[in-house]
């Protein structure tokens, strides 16, 4: 199995910068993409950046200029760089992976998820 782990979440001031990691870890896996998502209460889980393994990122509207998603191949471990932090950032995030597996002698494509890190941004 793999496992995600996630870290970087904290209080900031409006303004301010936040760096997110997510390390991934665990048996034989290949990495095809990974993202970040963020989620409030009462509403759905949304996309915040991803990056493929060959680099190509994506960026949800609101964050475009603010925010940075990268990757350490050799670490198997995706960044986000959040700058120019806004109230409205606020919210829980979590890492996914979109994995290619080695389970049962067959590679196996799953999706897996962090636990979640809390962001807060308020003065």
């Known amino acids: 199995q793999v496992q995600l782990v996630e870290s970087g979440g904290g209080l900031v001031q409006p303004g301010g910068s936040l760096r997110l990691s997510c390390a991934a870890s665990g048996s034989a896996f290949s990495i095809i993409a990974m993202a970040w998502y963020r989620q409030v209460p009462r509403k759905e889980r949304e996309l915040v950046a991803s990056?493929?393994?060959?680099?190509?990122?994506n960026y949800a509207d609101g964050v475009k200029g603010r925010f940075t998603i990268s990757r350490d191949n050799a670490k198997n471990t995706v960044y986000l760089q959040m700058n120019s932090l806004k109230p409205e950032d606020t919210a829980v995030y979590y890492c996914?992976?979109?994995?290619?597996?080695?389970?049962?002698?067959?590679?196996?494509?799953?999706?897996?998820w962090g636990q979640g890190t809390q962001v807060t941004v308020s003065s």
């Open positions: 990056i493929t393994s060959g680099g190509t990122t």
């Open positions: 996914n992976a979109d994995l290619s597996v080695f389970l049962s002698a067959h590679w196996v494509r799953s999706d897996y």
